[in-house]
């Protein structure tokens, strides 16, 4: 089955400016998750969904940093305006949960984003 | 609000199994044990879980204490490409915010030769 798929893999913006990351979540896959991962740390949960809802986005910056998503199925993830210190790597993952036990979360290869 | 603590780092020689350990003592009857594991530069991959039962896969095994306070993963022969962060999460699926993937900071595995 095709994985988690997630667009750009790199990006570099200047500080000020806004940015957006892609996500399209294994099909079927009810919840989706943005992590953010910063250099030697491990990932901070931004937003979690489940179909269209949101489940938790209580560490989720919402002054600058906003997610959406799109009938339950793609995902965007943005950042307006940029600070240096967003400088990381956004994760998305996607996992079945609903009734099934499979609920195990796939993940991405992640969007590295650079503030300069 | 971490939910499990473990150890910063462990080393393994190569082919010897690994244990790593994760203390959840404060779980409630509900939540899961799931691990994952990330592998430098690479999105984190899941690796097993279960909820009271030890639990095994092609990856790994995982035992439970009785209590559930505590679990060890067990990779029952190391390789080189083993070398990752590996994180413990407990977590309820399928109850909104009960059902949130937090990750700590994890075990760093070195596998050496």
Known sequence: EAGVAQSPRYKI?????????????????????WYQQILGQGPKLLIQFQNNGV?????????????????????????????????????????????????????????????? | D???????????????????????????????????????????????????NNETNEMASLIITEDRKSSTLILPHATLRDTAVYYCIVRVPNTGTASKLTFGTGTRLQVTL
Request: glycine share 8%; aromatic share 8%; net charge neutral.
């Open chain 1, 13 to 33: 913006i200047e500080k000020r400016q806004s940015v957006a990351f892609w996500c399209n979540p294994i099909s079927g896959h009810a919840t989706l998750y």
């Open chain 1, 55 to 116: 489940v938790d986005d209580s560490q989720l910056p919402k002054d600058r940093f906003s997610a959406e998503r799109l009938k339950g199925v793609d995902s965007t993830l943005k950042i307006q305006p940029a600070k240096l210190e967003d400088s990381a790597v956004y994760l998305c993952a996607s996992s079945l949960d609903g009734t099934g036990i499979r609920t195990e979360a796939f993940f991405g290869q992640g969007t590295r984003l650079t503030v300069v």
């Open chain 2, 2 to 52: 971490a939910k499990t603590t473990q150890p910063p780092s462990m080393d393994c020689a190569e082919g010897r199994a690994a244990n790593l350990p994760c203390n959840h003592s404060t779980i409630s009857g509900n939540e899961y044990v799931y691990w994952y594991r990330q592998i430098h530069s690479q999105g984190p991959q899941y690796i097993i879980h279960g909820l009271k």
